[in-house]
């Protein structure tokens, strides 16, 4: 009985350790979506995978980034292009892979642009 639970205990601890660490943030840069099912968001730390093309997985809030406006959006090709935006999320810092998206808030796009610590969205 004690070896069972002194191995609980251990595959618990590592399991813990182990697992990405989700949690909720507030990031802001350029939402782009260049091409067919690819979904991302370069901010200061670098890019974040909302989806990619030919990959099943579509984080949970979508939804929120058909709210984006044309307005402030620069169109690259055949309705695809980028837009600055704040996206309230959830994601795993390792991968980053954006795991849940809770709100998303467009940007000027001289926002984007005077922000000396994001890179260039073309």
């Not at 709210?67 to 309705?79: E, W």
């Amino acid at each position: 009985m004690q070896n069972r639970l002194a191995f609980a205990y251990i595959f618990l601890s590592i399991s813990l350790i182990s697992s990405p660490g989700v949690a909720e943030e507030m990031r802001c840069g350029w939402l782009q979506n260049r091409t067919p099912g690819n979904w991302w968001l370069d901010d200061r730390d670098g890019t974040w995978i909302i989806t990619a093309q030919g990959d099943e997985y579509e984080p949970q809030g979508m939804g929120f980034i058909s709210a984006i406006s044309d307005y402030a959006y620069v169109q690259t090709y055949a309705g695809y292009g980028y837009a600055c935006a704040c996206l309230q999320l959830e994601a795993d810092p390792h991968k980053r892979r954006v795991q849940k998206i809770l709100s998303v808030d467009q940007r000027s796009l001289r926002e984007c642009r005077e922000d000396k610590e994001l890179p260039s969205p073309e």
